[in-house]
């Protein structure tokens, strides 16, 4: 029997872990769900955050899925253990990737949404890393923005979404900032970090335990997960859901 994945963000962010699992694991079928009507979820309240997460995995229950990743690291913030205790299959969640960046050490800055900022799980892993400093910044518009621009060719300016500061690196703790993670590294001129990678190998291990090819990154440069261009391939194994299957398929054909 085919092995399904079920793939859920608030919208486009989510394709950047989608992508890295697509390469990792490439004979897999992948279902995608991005809830973009209702993105962004980052400033909204947890009890509609977990209602939303909930219905996606519902939907993917039903199609058969044998592992989910909440592709978001809010919907993961707000309510991984709550849906862990409610499906009977893995669900993987997106964590801000502090780990890898605590291993250069210096000032580090943590861009994610509001929800993710105040959560208890981003506070507790950052507590665990030693030799840096973070900086957690929320970032109220920026998912949004990115949204809006991918999917409508709506420009917005970086300068006005991103806290100023000279950080040796950044983590992009929103999938949605991985989509311009490129330009995110430029504006600070530091090595960005993002989780796509450390999901999909998290994904083979779930899956195959005794593949496990180790632990996060050590990379300090780019994520090699950030759009490459001519990296594409691997559509045909991707079902969009929802009613804005469209918009994501186009967006990932045209950015992964
Ligand atoms: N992409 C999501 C995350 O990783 C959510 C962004 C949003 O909808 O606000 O947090």
Redesign the pocket.
């Known amino acids: 029997m085919e092995t399904k994945i079920g793939i859920f963000?608030?919208?486009i962010?989510?394709l950047s872990v989608l992508s890295a699992c697509v390469k990792r694991l490439p004979a897999l079928r992948y279902l995608y769900l991005g809830d973009n009507f209702r993105?962004?979820?980052?400033s909204r309240p947890k009890e509609e955050i977990a209602r939303f997460t909930e219905s996606a995995l519902l939907r993917f229950r039903r199609l058969g899925v044998s592992a989910a990743v909440l592709a978001?690291?809010?919907a993961t913030a707000v309510c991984l253990e709550e849906m862990r205790s409610k499906f009977p299959f893995p669900i993987l969640g997106?964590e801000p990737a502090v780990l890898p960046a605590a291993k250069r050490g210096g000032e580090i800055l943590v861009l994610?949404?509001p929800r993710?900022a105040e959560s208890a799980r981003l506070n507790a892993l950052i507590a665990r890393c030693r030799g840096a400093s973070f900086t957690v910044a929320p970032c109220p518009g920026l998912?949004a923005a990115i949204e809006n621009r991918f999917v409508r060719g709506e420009p917005f300016s970086l300068a006005e979404l991103l806290p100023a500061g000279e950080y040796g690196g950044v983590v992009l703790g929103?999938?949605?900032y991985a989509l311009i993670g490129r330009e995110i590294s430029a504006f600070y001129g530091a090595p960005v970090y993002d989780g796509a990678e450390g999901i999909a190998r998290r994904l083979s291990a779930v899956l195959a335990p005794r593949t496990v090819d180790g632990g996060w990154s050590e990379n300090g440069n780019i994520n090699k997960s950030l759009p490459q261009k001519g990296s594409r391939g691997g559509e045909a194994n991707v079902r969009f859901l929802g009613k804005t299957a469209k918009i994501n398929r186009e967006v990932f054909k045209q950015t992964f």
């Open positions: 963000d608030s919208g962010g989510g993105a962004p979820y980052g978001c690291n809010t997106t994610c949404t993710t998912a929103c999938t949605h």
